[in-house]
């Protein structure tokens, strides 16, 4: 066992001696180390119930012949920190929590783990943390909010919440509806009830074979979930007992490029959060996979976008796709387009992917749609390209309100807050494309959400005749018109630091087009007298942030050398 380093021999007397501080006994020496990676915060409506979950998994893998050490990773809840200077912190966040989950594990030798995480960052950090580590792990995440609901009984969630605040500036709602809808959109624990990125990158790890399955869609603080846990405690400790499994079931073993593959094909199919894109490049390179945002539209063609959630039907949930079948029904009917679409592999379960899902057929046909009636014969994410994005940009298709091409003057804001203050004082109007810029990885830094631009622009009802584009990135909340990972973003010279209030922006997401109607000529005038804003920074870590990591179409990992 990897274990042994710290644990055998008359030389690890010492650690023997610290080890048996913490309360192991003569006969748990010869017994696998779990390390046990939470998640546990306070703050985060998806993690404050964690430490109780914590207890359940360590009493079952106690029962089952191995000792399990508890450890803490940090979390932001994007909720939260959206719409201040706090959401620069949150991407930043998960390369904290890869690189905790290494230092941990490799600095105790940890035989095996089990990762509880559940919103935003947490999960791909987990993700990218336990890679590099490269035992067997299974994930097991605090599961899904139940939908809100207002007093009529109409279903609601946290992105109501966001466009009420629009819906109230243009005086559409009362104060007393806002209140309304405030205190009922987010009813309890649990990751946010839609397909927004915590719930997107829960589902994506039972396409990947890394979760069980439920993990994306069984309710949080329930029996059921409850359940989960256990068999999840029960596995991880069936693995790390036998030599063989140890190796058999090496992370690495179960997600490779297969696995990569297939969580893209699902998130086309269910219309994932755009934010998945950024974190399964980024995951993807941990890998060692070659995977590259050019391929992800090849996947998008081949796959039917057959599950529609909120915010993109905003009276599904997760709740709603978990009586329907779940993710293994999302991906029984997708295998019926050939086998190409998924791909089999090991899972952590020690069944095939085609195994897994062999009889989990669809139970509701008017919340999973068969492949015979889609919502759409191409998956709910796109790659944009052009003279604006010569590296891409990333749209969510599956939010669109509206026509599917655009075309309109530019309205540029350097950052969201000055976005946010143009919208509401009326600058934004039918027919503009609103750029937000200087928000990318570089420039923000950090890349932040633009829920709260995106929310006003719905609630004003411009939802359908506004474009918005920007280098930062959007809630999986977000829906509308709404383009993001612009890249090259402003900061490193970007096209998108170059437009100017009334540039003709044109885009045409089935010909995954993003561009300005300008000049060559135009385009290297502006240039050569181009100059991107650098904003100052107080903090030191995220000075350290902005010198280390690449734009968004790389996955806005670190630079390693």
Request: contains cysteine.
């Amino acid at each position: 066992m990897r274990s042994s380093e710290i644990k055998e021999g008359f030389s690890r007397a010492p650690h023997r001696s610290l080890l048996r501080a913490t309360g192991v006994r003569d006969e748990d020496f010869g017994k696998p180390f779990i390390g046990v990676a939470n998640s546990f915060i306070e703050i985060i409506p998806g993690h404050f119930f964690l430490n109780k979950v914590a207890e359940v998994i360590k009493d079952e893998i106690r029962a089952n012949g191995c000792i399990p050490f508890e450890f803490n990773t940090i979390g932001v809840d994007d909720g939260i920190a959206m719409g201040h200077d706090g959401m620069l912190y949150s991407l930043p966040s998960r390369e904290i929590i890869a690189n905790s989950i290494e230092t941990v594990m490799n600095a105790h030798k940890l035989d095996a783990m089990i990762a509880i995480p559940n919103c935003d960052k947490i999960v791909p950090g987990m993700i990218m943390g336990a890679l590099r580590v490269d035992v067997p792990t299974v994930f097991v995440s605090g599961g899904p909010m139940a939908a809100g609901h207002l007093h009529d009984g109409t279903p609601i969630d946290l992105a109501t919440a966001f466009e009420a605040v629009g819906e109230f500036e243009a005086g559409n709602i009362t104060e007393e509806k806002l209140t309304e809808i405030e205190c009922n959109a987010c009813p309890s624990g649990g990751s946010c009830s839609g397909m927004f990125t915590a719930n997107s990158m829960n589902t994506l790890m039972e396409a990947m074979g890394i979760a069980l399955e439920g993990n994306g869609t069984i309710l949080a603080l329930t029996p059921e979930r409850t359940e989960l846990y256990k068999q999840a405690a029960r596995r991880i400790c069936e693995i790390a007992k036998d030599e063989a499994s140890r190796e058999k079931f090496r992370l690495s073993n179960i997600l490779n490029e297969n696995a990569v593959r297939n969580a893209f094909a699902v998130d086309m199919a269910m219309g994932g959060s755009s934010n998945t894109v950024l974190h399964m490049l980024a995951i993807a390179k941990e890998a060692g996979v070659d995977f590259n945002l050019s391929d992800v539209n090849k996947v998008s063609k081949r796959v039917s976008h057959i599950a529609k959630i909120s915010p993109s039907l905003t009276t599904v949930h997760m709740e709603d796709i978990n009586k329907a079948g779940g993710v293994s029904a999302v991906m029984h009917e997708m295998s019926k387009r050939g086998d190409d679409i998924l791909l089999d592999n090991l899972t952590i379960t020690g069944e095939t992917t085609y195994e897994k899902i062999a009889d989990k057929a669809i139970k509701d046909s008017s919340i999973i749609h068969t492949v015979d009636n889609p919502f759409s014969e191409v998956g709910g994410l796109a790659i944009l390209y052009g003279n604006l994005a010569e590296q891409g940009a990333v749209i969510k298709t599956a939010g669109i309100i509206g026509d599917r091409a655009f075309t309109g003057s530019a309205v540029c804001f350097n950052s969201q807050d000055e976005a946010i203050s143009g919208i509401i004082n009326g600058k934004v109007k039918a027919g503009n494309v609103v750029v937000i810029r200087y928000e990318g990885p570089k420039g923000g830094p950090g890349m932040q959400e633009m829920l709260s631009p995106t929310s006003l622009i719905m609630g004003m009802g411009l939802g359908d005749s506004v474009a918005l584009i920007t280098d930062g990135r959007f809630s999986g909340a977000t829906r509308g018109a709404s383009i993001g990972h612009v890249s090259p973003e402003a900061a490193e010279g970007g096209m998108i630091g170059l437009l100017e209030d009334g540039d003709e922006i044109h885009l045409d997401v089935d010909k995954y087009i993003l561009e300005v109607n300008l000049s060559d000529e135009e385009i290297a005038k502006r240039r050569a007298n181009f100059t991107p804003i650098v904003k100052p920074l107080k903090s030191k870590w995220l000075r350290q942030y902005r010198a280390l990591v690449t734009n968004a179409s790389s996955g806005a990992v670190l630079e390693a050398e």
